[in-house]
């Protein structure tokens, strides 16, 4: 859930506006208030999860900081849900001279990971919405348009995209190019087709219904719960390598999942790293004719939608509005996936 509110400290105005909640865990009760140099937020953490990740960024002047990247302290990352928690950014710290303009501080949170007992693969409950699907921010493909509103049910996505490791605990091989990068990276030279055999594999000995994303999923997924993002988790490009091994920064390989930073939903590497398959058919035009809810792209086709770009593109293929596709029989060293699978599992 993301919560947002306003408070005024030395010249700064604090500006928050309401939006729509992300998950299960909701904050409430949030509060903010001055003591002397520090900016003090005190919220209520709720929900039927006994633990959630909270997540605090600040913008100014344009550039949104993570909690990580500034003095802040107290009730971040994953928490234990219950009420009185507190967190205080010490501004002097970050900004000697203070802060001259309008900045905006934005709580969100996620849901408590599931962990599938089969393979360790790790789940994040999305609390479903409507959105804007499409480039809403510009500079994108004709594929990408018209911009149309969607609206997608709860589901729970791959914290991380399906390892090497966690292949082989189901299937009992390494397809993968780049094995030498170890069981902690994605695994890749997995067809899509490749990759329903490892879902009905891993459903039989597992009990659950794993799926992969639909691409108006896996893009509600990477933008932070349909956020106008122009890259999973930033809109700036300086800061891309932030959160995806690309072209600028990979080495022409790929790396272990995780050690970028996560999206507002604490997904990572929803740029880079490998392709991901998701599971519709392509459609050229089919957002000319996308139904509102819950679309799962055209019924029959030749084609399978891959999201998120790889290790080998430029920024502008690892957008998160950004669509390709390819045969499903087709293999490639920066190719892989991540899993969905619905709630109450």
């Not at 309401?18 to 903010?32: M, R």
């Not at 045969?327 to 619905?342: E, I, N, T």
Request: net charge neutral.
């Amino acid at each position: 859930m993301i919560n947002k509110n306003t408070c005024l400290l030395f010249v700064l105005m604090l500006t928050m506006l309401l939006a729509l909640p992300l998950s299960a865990a909701e904050l409430k009760n949030e509060k903010a208030r001055q003591e002397g140099n520090r900016l003090v937020i005190s919220y209520d953490l709720e929900g039927k999860e006994k633990e959630a990740e909270v997540n605090l960024t600040i913008t100014v002047e344009g550039k949104t900081y993570k909690s990580s990247e500034l003095h802040i302290e107290g009730d971040v990352g994953k928490l234990k849900t219950g009420k009185g928690k507190r967190v205080t950014w010490n501004i002097l710290q970050d900004f000697p001279r203070g802060l001259r303009g309008a900045a905006d501080w934005e709580l969100t949170t996620s849901g408590d990971a599931l962990t599938d007992s089969v393979t360790g693969i790790e789940l994040i409950f999305v609390k479903g919405g409507c959105y804007q699907m499409g480039d809403t921010v510009g500079g994108g493909e004709s594929n990408e348009k018209p911009v149309h509103e969607v609206c997608v049910n709860d589901f729970y996505m791959g914290k991380y995209e399906v390892t090497q490791g966690q292949w082989k605990k189901v299937m009992g091989n390494n397809p993968s190019y780049y094995s030498g990068c170890g069981d902690n990276c994605p695994v890749e030279m997995v067809s899509w087709n490749d990759v329903q055999t490892f879902v009905e594999k891993l459903n039989r000995n597992s009990g659950k219904r794993y799926r992969l994303p639909t691409e108006a999923e896996w893009e509600y997924a990477a933008r932070s719960g349909g956020k106008s993002e122009k890259w999973p988790g930033t809109s700036s490009e300086s800061s891309l390598g932030d959160y995806a091994w690309y072209s600028s920064n990979s080495g022409s390989k790929t790396h272990p999942v995780g050690q970028k930073q996560p999206n507002g939903l604490g997904l990572h590497d929803m740029s880079g790293n490998v392709w991901e398959w998701c599971s519709d058919w392509y459609g050229n035009k089919y957002y000319n004719q996308s139904p509102r809810d819950n679309p799962a792209g055209p019924s029959s086709g030749s084609l399978r939608v891959q999201r998120g770009g790889s290790w080998g593109n430029f920024a502008a293929s690892t957008r998160a509005a950004d669509r390709y596709r390819v045969k499903p029989g087709v293999r490639y060293c920066d190719l892989g996936f991540r899993l969905a699978l619905p709630p109450g599992q």
